[in-house]
């Protein structure tokens, strides 16, 4: 399931971040504190609660996911590198929402561990001049660059290594952006991967 987590309606500019992940002490953490504090979770059999709910997560299950309702623009800017850092990542904003953390820090170690699969998709999507980041080389993995540089090369009549600084963010300032970040894990089957890559047309 991908969930549009976040689109600002007055920019170029659009993100969106989907998220599950099945760990059982983790969901019930989470659906706990939110208890604690009072911050409600939507209902997943609820589809009104769901679109209405101004909470980041629900928890259906043993499985954390993204609420698509949230009122808030989505807190994450990309996906984890890691089993750890994706429940860092989850405890962070379940305790920024609910005002406190409910000891769910001191208890990362113990959620990593318990954590069955996770998938985490995260892609922006803007014209290359809505972000100075864009403008960096370093910006992108070495393939998609090799791709872009090969692009600029093609229409200057130049080699690849040639292409100036100038000619490089005239390029991509003139381009859509399109960034992808993706995260997965599963226990029972071994697999743990992040990918990243961006396109530039």
Excluded at 75 to 86: D, K, L, N, Q, R
Excluded at 186 to 191: Q, T
Aim: aromatic letters at 8%; hydrophobic letters at 35%.
């Amino acid at each position: 399931m991908k969930i549009r987590a976040d689109f600002v309606t007055n920019s170029s500019s659009s993100s969106y971040c989907a998220i599950r992940i099945d760990a059982p002490m983790l969901a019930a953490a989470v659906e706990e504190l939110f208890e604690m504090t009072g911050v409600e979770m939507p209902d997943p059999d609820d589809f009104e609660s769901i679109m209405e709910c101004s909470a980041p997560f629900m928890v259906e299950g043993s499985v954390v996911s993204e609420a698509p309702g949230s009122a808030m623009d989505s807190p994450f800017t990309g996906a984890p590198h890691s089993v750890a850092e994706a429940v860092a990542m989850i405890v962070r904003v379940a305790s920024e929402a609910c005002g406190e953390d409910g000891g769910l820090e001191d208890r990362i170690g113990d959620f990593s561990a318990d954590v069955q699969s996770i998938e985490w998709d995260y892609s922006d999507s803007g014209w290359g001049g809505d972000d100075d980041t864009r403008f960096e080389r370093g910006y992108y993995p070495p393939e998609d660059l090799s791709r872009i540089l090969g692009a600029i090369a093609a229409e200057k009549g130049c080699a690849p290594k040639d292409v100036s600084p100038s000619d490089f963010s005239a390029y991509v300032e003139e381009k859509r952006c399109d960034t992808h970040e993706s995260f997965r894990f599963d226990r029972l089957s071994g697999e743990e991967s992040y990918s990243r890559s961006v396109t530039v047309e």
